[in-house]
């Protein structure tokens, strides 16, 4: 395996600096292959990258989260069913669950549901609207008090701020023979090479880790797990968030601004298919 270091944030590898992107340094190591970038206020870090900014302005998140409530339920059912060929509804943790859309999905599929999300306005309309269990918290010192079947780490590990502390975690709140079920960006797919520094997910400070097929697994072998399986999601996006998407990484013009607030206000609600060319879920087994 080729991840020798203890910790991703003092590894003593030598680093290659690939680019610059919104002011921070994208790194690659030269012995792993993983790519990153350093957290400067990590105290600070989760409600400042977190904000209610990034739910609802599109500061390099949603435009209006909760305006996709409705595809969030029908992708947390799709996952629902994908994890029913591999085992029986348990306990599952929805780590970055947001307001638990996803999570809602597991517990109309008969899972017992638990989720941690920094944001505690997401968090708190999950607790009241969907009545759900819903913890204010980052994943590198989230403690739950029990063990989970299934934790569910959709379009999150590449947010973790402490990687090795955050995935020491998943091992620990992982019962023996439990799952970890895993969507993620794949930085060496086509449309990555293609768009370089202006691939959508190079996005900091709100994502900090960059992750291939190989890179991924060898994380998690490194943390006690074997690889199971993989596939591409079936996603959706509104128009609205891929327009905030395209604004946040490509050329800022006058015209184009006033281009993509006609088009938000007028057709922004339109959901669209997302093309499946950089996405992918896995599935690990904790050994």
């Known amino acids: 395996m ?55 302005e599109g500061k390099g998140g949603y435009p209006n989260y909760l305006e996709e409530g409705k595809m969030l339920l029908r992708s947390g059912a799709r996952y629902a069913k994908i994890m029913s060929k591999y085992m029986k509804p348990g306990e599952v943790l929805d780590v970055g669950c947001a307001a638990g859309f996803t999570l809602k999905a597991f517990e109309n599929a008969g899972w017992q549901c638990c989720g941690v999300e920094p944001n505690d306005t997401v968090a708190s309309y999950g607790r009241k609207e969907l009545k759900l269990d819903i913890r204010t918290g980052g994943m590198e010192t989230f403690d739950a008090g029990q063990k989970f079947d299934l934790i569910n780490l959709i379009q999150v590990i590449g947010h973790f701020y402490d990687l090795d502390k955050a995935m020491e975690n998943v091992r620990d709140l992982s019962k023996p023979g439990g799952f970890v079920l895993v969507e993620s960006w794949d930085m060496k ?99």
């Open 189 to 287: 797919c086509l449309a990555a090479r293609f768009f370089g520094p202006s691939w959508h997910e190079y996005c900091p400070p709100s994502v900090v880790n960059w992750f291939s097929d190989e890179t991924l697994s060898q994380l998690f072998k490194y943390h006690g797990f074997e690889f199971v399986a993989q596939g591409r999601p079936s996603k959706k996006i509104n128009l609205k968030h891929g327009l905030s998407i395209i604004a946040d990484n490509s050329s800022k013009s006058p015209l184009k601004k006033k281009l993509f607030n006609f088009l938000s206000r007028t057709l922004g609600k339109l959901v669209l298919p997302y093309p499946p060319v950089d996405v992918k879920w896995y599935l690990f087994k904790k050994i």
């Open 2 to 56: 080729k991840k020798k270091c203890a910790s991703f944030l003092n590894c003593p590898e030598e680093k290659t600096a690939l680019f610059t992107k919104n002011g921070h340094q994208i790194m690659e190591c030269k012995t792993c292959g993983h790519r990153f970038t350093e957290i400067r206020n990590v105290e600070s870090h989760l409600s400042e990258a977190y904000s209610d900014e990034y739910f609802f």
